[in-house]
């Protein structure tokens, strides 16, 4: 193996003007949304002129190079050397190392959910609870169990971060969504002699459940909270921003400047816990975008088929298989394309020859 | 390699090197240290590709040597960091001994791809590329806008893609 090499830098020099392009396509491409028109005219850009591949080929080159240090550990390795994480979050500070260890040492977590646990135990997690930073990859889902008794779920590629100290007991929605069932207290109490308060922070604001099982989903423009018991309110993060209690069967979304008013929840909205996902009356475009949080290839349908309305129970653990099946049933055609950038793209295309549904 | 170069190397050594030594012993107080950094101010002075030609010899070789100096020092601090993260890294994810040597030279490698950046650019590019993380999630884990998260991978993504390594 040519294990942990870098590239050489390169010999012939490339314009200024041609890498700062570069480094502008590499950072769109990356973006929470990117279009097919994107694509083009990234790829338009590129055919343009020799210098603009050969920039593009370097970003390649050596993000190829850094893949090395993805795995498990080494990534983590790579962080704790190059850039030890500090303090610098406005809205949630961690505590200082020491505290933070002795926070971490409270909690304990509950490995196996389905077939994926014996990966999990064998891939150590617990080294991303030595950073209190709780993970899943697309398509996973895990179960872990905190310290005074609150129970969570983490559904597809999702990221949080727990910060219980004796004066707070914080976790932070860093992307993709959580079911918490809150418990009282455990052994911490406060000077006063109730349990540290309970809170959730998202980008958008923060959630103060009232005894209550709950999930946040954070999406790139707002946060979405459902609440299956109890109640929940929340704190838009922007200064003014009126508080909203939300109760059991309602869900409602917020940003940083306000939250809509409550809706009535959907059946089954935290079935994905069991590893399913129940539509009912859904229109296929949605019903793909959900499916598609737990795949890595893209998901998409033709636009005329967007609204076709959907009704079903879909197993999230072969997402392959599920859209080959509802692709079968609905009469379609599927169409998988590897697009240059190296995602696969499965298309539900109207079968050839019917022009409409 | 250019015999001039050779002989001006050679020149050197004959004429500053118990000095230069000496000038190292007193910055990092250890005669062996002061011996190998002396080493390899010269090796650094081997790779060359043009001719000296200084003018003032001692200036000269305080210059070379003040880089290797911080180089090692940044090196020693890297080092330190590196081995306090892998204190704490149970032992199923720890690197063999020696994939832990190669990764750390790598990593140094990176450090100085990354050399200069403020730390939350460091950061954003490392969650980006490393964690696989998309801007608003970067965002997130910084506290700051996405806007900015944007500004900082353009300026790490400039200098880690096409900014040459400084040799050393």
């Not at chain 1, 790139?220 to 009126?242: C, D, E």
């Not at chain 2, 001719?51 to 003040?66: G, H, M, N």
């Not at chain 2, 880089?67 to 032992?91: G, I």
């Amino acid at each position: 193996m040519n294990a942990f090499r870098l590239p050489a830098p390169s010999d012939a020099p490339i314009p200024p003007d041609v890498a700062r392009q570069a480094v502008e396509w590499q950072i769109a491409l990356q973006g929470d949304d990117t279009t097919d028109a994107l694509h083009d005219a990234w790829r338009t850009w590129r055919a343009a002129h020799p210098d603009h591949e050969r920039a593009w080929q370097r970003i390649e080159h050596v993000n190829l190079a850094l893949r090395q240090f993805a795995a498990p550990g080494t990534a983590q390795l790579a962080h704790a050397t190059l850039a030890p994480a500090k303090p610098i979050s406005k809205t949630a500070p961690k505590p200082a190392p020491a505290a933070r260890r002795k926070a971490i040492k409270t909690l304990v977590l509950l490995l196996g959910v389905g077939s994926t646990g014996l990966w999990l135990a064998r891939q150590a997690p617990s080294w991303q609870a030595a950073l209190a930073t709780h993970r899943t990859r697309i398509g996973e889902r895990r179960e872990l169990r905190l310290a005074d008794g609150t129970v969570l779920w983490l559904n597809t590629d999702t990221a949080i971060d727990v910060d219980y100290t004796a004066e707070q007991r914080q976790l932070r929605l860093l992307r993709g969504e959580i079911l918490i069932v809150t418990a009282h207290g455990g052994d911490t109490l406060t000077s006063t002699g109730a349990p540290p308060p309970f809170s959730v922070l998202t980008p958008h604001g923060e959630l103060r459940p009232l005894g209550t099982r709950f999930s946040v989903r954070l999406d790139a423009t707002h946060t979405r909270l459902a609440v299956f018991g109890g109640a929940v309110a929340i704190q838009p993060r922007q200064a003014g921003a009126a508080t909203l209690t939300v109760t059991a069967g309602q869900q409602a979304r917020f940003d940083a400047a306000g939250a809509m008013p409550p809706v009535t929840l959907p059946g089954h909205a935290d079935a994905w816990r069991d590893g399913m996902l129940v539509a009912s009356d859904m229109p296929l475009a949605t019903l793909l975008a959900e499916l598609g949080r737990h795949a890595t290839a893209h998901l998409s349908c033709d636009p005329t088929l967007a609204d076709l309305r959907i009704s079903g129970s879909y197993p999230l653990d072969d997402i392959d298989r599920v859209v080959t099946t509802l692709a079968a049933s609905l009469g379609l055609r599927s169409e998988t394309v590897t697009r240059f950038w190296g995602r696969r793209e499965i298309r539900l295309l109207a079968p050839t020859g019917a022009r409409k549904l | 390699m250019d015999q001039h170069l050779k002989q001006e190397i050679h020149t050197l050594y004959a004429d500053h090197q118990p000095w230069l030594q000496g000038w190292l012993r007193k910055k990092v107080g250890c005669g062996h240290l002061a011996a190998d950094l002396l080493q390899d101010t010269f090796m650094r002075l081997l790779s060359r590709q043009t001719p000296i030609l200084a003018q003032e010899p001692r200036a000269f070789l305080t210059a070379v040597a003040k880089r290797v100096l911080s180089n090692h020092r940044r090196r020693a601090s890297l080092e330190q960091a590196y081995l306090q993260a892998l204190a704490s890294l149970p032992p199923p994810l720890a690197p063999s001994p020696e994939e832990s040597a190669l990764l750390l030279d790598a990593l140094d490698q990176l450090d100085r791809m990354l050399d200069g950046l403020p730390p939350p650019a460091k950061r954003a590019f490392l969650l980006s590329q490393l964690d696989g993380l998309g801007h608003a999630a970067i965002a997130a884990e910084l506290g700051v806008s996405v806007t900015t998260v944007k500004r900082y991978l353009a300026a790490a993504g400039q200098q880690c893609y096409f900014a040459a390594l400084t040799a050393d």
